[in-house]
């Protein structure tokens, strides 16, 4: 296995730690990550990441800290911002939110206050927890109604989109999702959120690389705010942005900090700088390109081995399937396919009886292993390894012989960015 450099200088200072990391980075060589929000970084991204950035404490906005000896720190952050203005095309960008949760809470925070109604995508299809969930800050601080996808096309709903948000007159419209695999037409969110006054967040947590990879429409012209991650398809550090309209800059940068935040993460500001860089490069159009034309091969290989995809195939980067056919749950499934050493998860599917820690359905993506180098080819074939694990999950020998193919695509792409 090829050394990992930060890992060599840990063994003789803190070995015990140093062994996990070994231990992690043999799995990660060692298995097919099909898990959508995840990915590879960069030997770049890695290598800020690590950096005496994490040391200084810089609260406050660049020119505007209450520290001193930010000089540096602040052209750190300025480059950052003027990158992810680049890519998106925004106003302004807020890049101090230490992940996409925090990005969120930031926003509801800039834009509307406690007890206010918003109207976010019902979790089982597809919308994520900081979208109103009873259990998250965002179910406990405002009045939450959902809007979800048609049962037949298993594609948003937008006339009922239209309906729930004349009936309860929101304050926020909140678009995107964490499991939803078909193109999101932002601009009848616009239109929707214009005809009853509401605000729009858009929260391009999951998708935000392909947008900048020009395969998946731009939010940025139809929403106030959008809010997103730089850690799945923008395939940079583990963190959160906001990019915005001027009008609300102020109140987006003051919500961040000193509204919900202390000090920025320099460190991961630096990263998220060179993601975006990357980001801006014509590699990075062909990598996301290759990310939804793989996910259509994958999708379209399990409907072809007979799985229900949900809505019938995608258009973005992950697929959804339905295991209530097979007569097995996510849980089952996913446990299934690790033993085989393939990482996907459970996940809800729209109308789902089951709780979400079972869940009736598995999503995969490929962000992971179009970032690995996969082929089509390979692809189709990790498609069919997936089917055969779900189709007899308790088999030894299925699983070992998933697993010796496992094992043998992956030694075919080892990890990228560990140089
Ligand atoms: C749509 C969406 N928004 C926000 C988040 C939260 O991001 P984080 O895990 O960085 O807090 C996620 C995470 O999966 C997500 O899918």
Do not use: W
């Amino acid at each position: 296995m090829a050394s990992h450099s930060s890992c060599d200088s840990l063994s003789s200072l803190d070995p015990e730690l140093a062994a996990l990391v070994r231990r992690e980075h043999e799995r990660q060589a060692t298995t097919i990550d099909l898990i959508a929000s995840e990915n590879h970084v960069s030997h770049a991204v890695r290598t800020a990441l690590a950096t005496l950035l994490t040391d200084k404490y810089a609260e406050g906005y660049p020119g505007r800290r209450y520290y001193s000896g930010c000089g540096v720190v602040d052209q750190v952050e300025t480059l950052a911002i003027t990158r992810a203005k680049a890519v998106f095309g925004a106003d302004h960008a807020n890049v101090q939110p230490h992940a996409g949760s925090q990005a969120n809470f930031a926003a509801y925070q800039a834009l509307i206050t406690p007890g206010a109604t918003i109207l976010g995508m019902d979790r089982s299809h597809g919308g994520h927890l900081t979208h109103g969930a009873e259990v998250n800050f965002s179910g406990k601080l405002f009045k939450v109604a959902t809007y979800g996808v048609d049962r037949v096309t298993e594609r948003i709903d937008y006339e009922q989109l239209r309906a729930m948000a004349r009936q309860h007159r929101p304050a926020l419209i909140v678009a995107g999702a964490s499991s939803y695999p078909r193109i999101i037409d932002f601009a009848v969110f616009g239109d929707v959120a214009r005809e009853v006054g509401a605000l729009l967040m858009v929260d391009v947590a999951h998708i935000a690389g392909l947008i900048a990879g020009g395969v998946h429409p731009s939010p940025v012209p139809y929403a106030d705010v959008v809010t997103g991650t730089t850690q799945k398809t923008l395939r940079g550090p583990r963190g959160g942005f906001i990019l915005c309209k001027a009008q609300h800059a102020s109140l987006i940068d003051s919500a961040v900090f000193p509204g919900s935040q202390g000090g920025p993460l320099m460190h991961v500001i630096a990263a998220k700088a060179v993601c975006f860089h990357e980001a801006l490069q014509p590699a990075f159009r062909t990598y996301a390109a290759a990310i939804v034309s793989n996910a259509r091969v994958m999708a379209e290989e399990l409907a072809a081995e007979g799985l229900r995809v949900i809505s019938g195939g995608t258009d973005n980067h992950l697929a959804l399937v339905d295991l209530t056919p097979l007569d097995m749950t996510g849980k089952q499934a996913q446990d299934a396919l690790e033993r085989a050493g393939i990482i996907a998860n459970r996940n809800s599917i729209p109308f789902d009886t089951r709780p979400p820690m079972v869940a009736g359905g598995l999503r995969v993506g490929t962000p992971a292993i179009t970032t690995r180098g996969f082929s089509a080819e390979e692809v189709r074939t990790v498609a069919t390894l997936v089917c055969r694990v779900l189709r007899a999950p308790t088999s030894e020998t299925v699983r070992d012989d998933v697993h010796r193919s496992v094992l043998e695509l992956c030694a075919r792409h080892p990890l990228p960015g560990l140089d």
